[in-house]
């Protein structure tokens, strides 16, 4: 082999190996961005846990409020749980409660498949909510169903975490227009106690 | 060793050079071949969709799911780089890499070779016109450059395109060979006119025109429906598609909403008697026209049937869907109204499509409606026939958002409505009190909701739900024609008694 056959050789070997590597980084980091199920597994696992984790605290008594069937209004329901130390924690204990269902029969706010991807709670007292977009897309659409759900969260938080003052509802952690068609979710709510239904004596 | 370094040390600039541009040509490498679109199999008794890959410069056809969708392989043979398929009593042999086809014993040779991906013989598109009617013994249409393939007894129908301009906007005809039954839907601005299930061959790969008021039109049948997808240049048009008598010749006007309020000609006959007490029991037609003009003194009354298009709403137990019952009750509300004598009316939606809710609140402004109502349907409970009427709920935060901002020049879109809540709020109980008239219905209090809909409409604006239309309750009440009826001689009543009457 002559010199310079070696080196266009060496040079070549080179060329291929630095490209490959290049092109190898790319493979990785696209696999990374087009797996959104396992970041939404992963960010659904975490939310879990950390609900989990944080039941070690003493019981208390919450107030959850859900739909009631037919006077477009919310009922109260109480219910014990280990009520967790963090104010993030509990925003998530709220919204699993509220989640997974009445015990009462009343209505449910929003579908059992609801995941809800993030908390984040601002020192001025907003907590955002930040929900997945498949389980909003089986939600009933309808102004009243719409709205009873939206102050079934914010009356539930606001009524258990005094430092929620207001709550922003996102999708996939953007902005959107309506809840399914109906409620401007552009808004910041703030909890309406004139939904709620007088206790009953 | 030494005397290899030595080199590489000397050309090293060279390789610091070569080595980015070669990493980056790898990068790109895979976007440009994995780019992929649809090609249409028509065939007698359905359409198949199939992918169409471009690698290199030419696109390419999975081979053996071109052959199961046309008939059936009966044996294969794979070796290597190379395919042997029977089908249809012959023999095909391809090798990769290789332009030449060897078809029972003759030899063909395709436009571009034979390639391999992912473990699948891809063939070019040209084996469509030069191998797959020898294959199959029937007829095949195919025009090269397009995205479709006719196998069989499949006649496909075509038609031609011209725009007018008429005052105010554009009208597009469109001729077909064949009759044809339309649809049409909305979508990220765009106008969406499906052309029924028949199969369809446009003269034209593209369409060259200017217009004022379009700025493209596109025939697409990539997934087995044939449609024209339309692009209006500025928002907030409407659009009216009507077909006539021979089903053949479709005209489609795209008007300025508020051309087409003064445009209308005067309102068809009424249908039942100004204010009749007893309701008719048959619907009346759904209307033409979206805008009716019954004297230009007249106060103009919007009416909004939501959701439509690819948006169905709610559905009831019984397949009711929200937008087809809100499109049947507008239709009530708007004759009866005519019939009255006393107002104008606009709708916000004709037929089945799918407007913005800033389209619907835009074309009420447009058309300086006094009073503008949106109809819908949802879960209200286990009691059916339920009625509630709403008006915008004042947004809470921050603090100063709920006022009405009306001293300046210009008043932000979506506060518009906070300037006439007074005036919603008033229609909202004279329409609650006349509502309870109806026999059967439960009438809720008037109630606030964060209608994102109701933000920016410039008039005592509404919104009726009726319920409850859900999967677990019998919503066939809803469709009974004395309830809507009900409904209609309510408004009508109300929209009397609003501000002293219509004058």
Do not use: C
């Not at chain 2, 049409?184 to 217009?211: C, H, I, M, R």
């Not at chain 2, 928002?235 to 508020?258: C, H, M, R, S």
């Not at chain 2, 909202?428 to 059967?440: D, H, N």
């Not at chain 2, 606030?448 to 009726?464: F, G, I, K, Y």
Request: hydrophobic share 40%; proline share 7%.
């Amino acid at each position: 082999m002559t010199r310079r056959a070696g080196m266009i050789a060496i040079a070549l070997l080179l060329v291929i190996l630095g490209g490959g590597f290049v092109y190898l980084r790319v493979l990785t980091r696209r696999a990374k961005l087009e797996s959104p199920e396992h970041g939404e597994e992963g960010a659904r696992t975490q939310l879990r846990e950390a609900a989990l984790q944080s039941n070690t605290g003493a019981l208390q008594t919450i107030t959850l409020y859900f739909p009631s069937d037919d006077d477009g209004q919310l009922q109260s329901e109480s219910r014990q749980i280990a009520w967790a130390t963090s104010d993030t924690d509990r925003i998530r204990q709220v919204m699993l409660a509220l989640i997974e269902g009445s015990y009462k029969g009343l209505r449910r706010p929003l579908p059992p498949t609801t995941e809800l991807r993030a908390v984040f709670l601002t020192p001025d007292g907003t907590a955002y909510l930040d929900f997945s977009s498949n389980a909003l897309a089986v939600f009933a659409p309808g102004i009243q169903s719409e709205t009873l759900a939206i102050y079934s969260i914010v009356n539930s938080l606001a009524a258990n975490i005094p430092s929620v003052l207001r709550v922003k509802i996102l999708v996939q952690g953007q902005e959107v227009e309506t809840l399914n068609g109906h409620a401007d979710l552009g808004e910041i709510f703030v909890p309406d106690l004139t939904r709620n239904q007088p206790a009953s004596p | 060793m030494t005397q290899l370094i030595h080199p590489l040390r000397r050309h090293s600039r060279v390789l610091f050079i070569l080595m980015p541009i070669l990493g980056l040509a790898l990068m790109f490498w895979p976007a440009r071949t994995l780019r992929s679109d649809n090609f249409v199999f028509y065939l007698p008794d359905a359409s198949h969709v199939l992918p169409l890959q471009t690698i290199g410069s030419a696109s390419y056809l999975p081979l053996l799911q071109v052959l199961n969708t046309v008939g059936r392989v009966q044996g294969l043979t794979v070796a290597k780089d190379s395919l042997k398929v029977w089908f249809n009593d012959s023999q095909i042999e391809l090798r990769q890499d290789n332009k030449r086809v060897r078809f029972n014993k003759e030899k063909i040779n395709l436009s571009e070779p034979v390639r391999v991906q992912s473990g699948q013989f891809m063939v070019p598109l040209n084996f469509l016109e030069t191998v797959l009617p020898r294959l199959i013994h029937e007829s095949v249409v195919y025009r090269l450059g397009s995205r479709r393939i006719f196998i069989g007894d499949v006649k496909p129908g075509t038609f031609s395109f011209r725009l007018d301009q008429v005052p105010n906007g554009s009208r597009l005809t469109l001729e077909f060979s064949d009759k044809i039954k339309i649809r049409t839907a909305s979508s990220n601005g765009k106008w969406v006119l499906y052309l029924g299930n028949k199969p369809v061959q446009p003269l034209e790969q593209k369409f060259n025109f200017q217009d004022p008021y379009l700025s493209n039109i596109q025939f697409d049948d990539q997934d087995g429906v044939p449609k024209l997808i339309l692009t209006p240049t500025v928002d907030g048009l409407n659009f009216y598609p009507k077909i006539d008598d021979t089903g053949k010749i479709v005209t489609a006007e795209l008007l300025k909403a508020q051309a087409a309020v003064a445009q209308q000609p005067a309102p068809p006959p009424p249908p039942q008697a100004p204010g009749a007490g007893t309701p008719s029991a048959v619907a009346p037609a759904p209307p033409e026209t979206a805008a009716s003009a019954g004297g230009l003194g007249l106060p103009m009354v919007v009416l909004d049937a939501g959701h439509g298009g690819d948006d169905s709403g709610a559905r009831g137990g019984n397949g009711l869907l929200e937008k087809d019952l809100m499109a049947q009750l507008v239709a009530r509300v708007r004759s009866t109204l005519l019939a009255s004598g006393k107002y104008r009316v606009v709708l916000t939606r004709v037929g089945d499509v799918n407007l913005t809710l800033d389209q619907r609140a835009a074309t009420a402004n447009a058309a300086r409606a006094k009073v503008f109502v949106t109809f819908h349907a949802g879960n209200l409970g286990v009691h059916t026939s339920r009625i509630v009427v709403y008006t915008l709920e004042a947004p809470s935060w921050p603090p100063s958002a709920g006022d009405a901002q009306v001293s300046g020049l210009f008043i932000p879109w979506g506060t518009v409505q906070l300037s006439q809540l007074r005036r919603s709020q008033q229609l909202a109980r004279i329409l609650q009190k006349e509502f309870t008239a109806i026999s059967g219905a439960t009438v809720s209090p008037p109630a606030t909701a964060p209608l994102r809909e109701l933000r920016s409409v410039n008039a005592a604006a509404v919104a009726v739900e009726i319920g409850s239309l859900a999967a677990e309750v019998d919503s066939t009440a809803l469709t009974n024609s004395n309830f809507q009826a009900g409904i209609a001689n309510a408004i009508v009543r109300a929209l009397d008694e609003y501000e002293g009457g219509p004058s």
